[in-house]
């Protein structure tokens, strides 16, 4: 492993094939012994970087805004090298998760809400697969003629690895060993006939036909002392390998012959979890119905929630692979390393998002999982989210049940919080710890704003479901803390120059603004968790407060690329300023607070922004966090620490449905309103697309509509959901620019209550099964 790390460490990373050339100033390289290139320092990209970090807005970010068209991918992904490396925890800078350095996949079929017992962990390079941990049981995968070398471990000679059809969780790589033979790879793990064991499948093609060499194709499982028995290698009673035609076992590796000026495909099938086995023959034509078993499966899987489709492939393919990387490891926070297990904030975050988008079992079970749990000493934080999100969860599928059931332990906290407010003289919580990574006992404003907001979203399941008692008492416990957490927000904010507002998230302990919030540990880490008491609803939405606390968002480093900025500690160690990366994990809160003030072009900026910068392409794999910067010494990809993340994937699922479905509040902080489409991006409305939502959960029942331009008009379809809480409905057609609103026409008569000038038709008090058709006109 050290030397493959080492060698990663020097730079073995050029951009792979034609998605890396069109990434920000390629490097330039040299070839080095056997055709690998090594790429060159770049001093200029480094300085590009470093000079946008520096700057107090989001440089890039504010450029892509000004395009008439708004932000785009390809503006995105333009600026940034992608993200490809697998950070470990640990110390050095050079430690990775795999021995190529390279991040996996996780794949598995989920059993129901609590995801799959066993996952296989699929290394992208296509170098090998492991089983549940880094550090368990793993197949390699070595590949050439007179020399051989791990597949992929050029990464020069690496297309960007794929997913089968975009977005299922079959891995698709090809590459060229130094003697230029070319392979094509494609791997999934799937639960089969004959066996209880989850399974992974390789195929694998090698072309020769150019080469005077005959090739081998070797797979090299970690466990020893296994023997043959016809098609399988076994110990006991247990199957470890399905072998191919054409295979030879010598005691240690499989080996495949291709002969020279040939073309071969060969198959190999690993164990997960060795279990017994019936007979199995591998071929073709078993490889091909596992496949199709697995793709079934999935189409299925998804088909039973909530769809929402949008016209950008690139982004409909990301939402339904992220979705599947959430089933398969539901309560996890990551898998295969040490951040496996979800901390409460996180699960609240993932558990709501997977419910919103129609799966009910993976909400539920995650929340589930919590009540088995003890509190960290971050207590009222987490007490704040179990409330907060079991309500969320009652809201979207009325269950009865699971209120009842954990009714005894939620109503347990009220007389902790109740016992805490009113014993400090402050009317707030006690301190207690900031948060896992900072030890200080402060008056966190994040964890008490949440533990107000779970209390006043809980009091209203409590009323829906016959506890007036425990509503009424949760609603005054809510009522003191508010009023205490206000006032010392009063005591405690500034306002600059500017005209932003700093308010500290360590409130009464005199906390002043930061110049550049990522220039300290502090600030950094103020940047990381303020979002949650933003999107709390704390800060009135469209209020002085909100809109001051935005501009001091925006002025002073807190996004790039509208991703989350962080120091990111784990990835640089000691940074100097302005190194630092991204954090988009808790991007999902910035999400909620600019959806909460209709700032639909910064929503957008984060989709792209997260889509091209935060996550891996082709296959939609992200980190806790990510470099920004590049790391001295290091490849010219970018890494990420412990990929990977079921919250950073909730933070791109949420700011997607935001763009179509946002849910207001009233002042009590029940449900009050629907606001559709309010941040589409301008392009998805162009002549021939079509954007639709279909039974989406919502707290006002499901809910499906459907836009499709044409030229001069948009045609609406619309359910509306069936609920007398539902007191304000509003469409948005956010038309492409030099495109505007002239008219509306509703079941065959001309409606009025509609804004030109932002394209805003106001539906409320309307009901039942609506046609809508929008006239639209160019600009003169």
Known sequence: MRRIVVGLARGVVVAAVAAVAGAASAASG???????????????????????????????????????????????????????????????????????????????????????????????????????????????????????ERYGACLSRLSTPRLYGGYLPILETRYADAGGVRYRQESFAARIWTTRSLVSFVRLTADATASDDAVRVRFTPSTRHLRRVERSLVRGRH????????????????????????????????????????????????????????????????????????????????????????????????????YQELSAPEASDVAQVMGAYGFRNVDEAILRTWFWRDLSDSANWGIGEQLLASASYYALFRDRAYVAAHTPTLASYLERLEGEVDGNGRGLLQRERFSADIGASVFGLHAQAVAWQGLRAMASVWQ????????????????????GLRRAVRDSETRLREGSLFVPVRLLDGERPYGSLTASRAGSYWNLVMPYALASGLFAPHGRRAEGLLRYLLGHGSRFLGLVRAGAYSLYGSPR???????????????????????????????????????????????????????????????????????????????????????????????????????TPRAWLRTG????????????????????AHEGSVRVSLDVPDSHALRSLELRLRLPAGQRLTGVVLGGRGYRRFDPRTGTIDLSGVRGRLSLVARTSRNP
């Open 30 to 148: 040299q070839a080095a012994p056997g055709g690998c290139v090594h790429p060159r320092p770049d001093p200029a990209y480094a300085a590009s970087v470093r000079r946008a970090l520096a700057a107090g807005r989001d440089v890039w970010g504010d450029e892509l805004l000004r395009s008439p068209e708004g932000p785009t991918y390809a503006g995105a992904a333009r600026h940034l090298r992608p993200l490809l490396l697998a950070a470990a925890r640990g110390a050095g800078r050079h430690r990775y998760l795999t021995d190529s350095g390279v991040y996996y996949l996780p794949f598995g079929r989920p059993a129901g809400g609590f995801g799959t017992r066993t996952i296989a962990l699929h290394v992208a390079d296509g170098s090998g697969v492991l089983a549940d941990r880094v550090n368990g049981p793993r197949l390699s995968v070595t590949v050439g003629g007179r020399e051989r």
């Open 239 to 338: 199957t470890y390998v399905y072998l191919g035609a054409g295979a030879r076992y010598d005691g240690s590796s499989v080996t495949y012959a291709v002969p020279a000026h040939t073309r071969a495909t060969v198959y190999l099938a690993w164990f997960v979890d060795p279990h017994r086995s019936e007979p199995f023959t591998l071929d073709g034509s078993s490889y091909r119905r596992a496949k199709r078993g697995l793709v079934d499966f999935w189409s299925s899987w998804l088909g039973a929630a909530a769809s929402l489709h949008v016209p950008e492939r690139r982004v409909y393919d990301a939402e339904r692979s992220l979705l599947i990387q959430n089933s398969v490891m539901s309560w996890r926070y990551s898998v295969g390393n040490s």
């Open 464 to 483: 829906r479901t016959g506890r007036a008692d425990l509503a009424g008492r949760a609603r005054t416990i809510a009522a003191r803390l508010g009023h």
């Open 577 to 679: 300023f302005p190194t630092s990366g991204s954090d988009q994990v808790y991007g999902l809160n910035v999400a909620r607070f600019l959806a909460d003030n209709d700032r639909a072009d910064q929503l957008v900026l984060s989709l792209y922004g997260h889509l091209a910068a935060g996550m891996t392409r082709g296959t939609f794999v992200s980190g806790e966090g990510a470099t920004i910067a590049p790391v001295p010494g290091e490849s010219s990809y970018r890494k990420m620490f412990l990929p990977p993340n079921a919250a950073g994937n909730a933070a791109f699922l949420e700011t997607l449905r935001l763009l179509l479905v946002h849910e207001t509040d009233g002042p009590a902080g029940n449900p009050r309103g629907l606001e559709l489409a309010f941040a």
């Open 689 to 708: 697309r079509r954007i639709a939502v279909d039974h989406a959960p919502t707290a006002f029942g499901a809910l499906t509509y459907s836009l499709t």
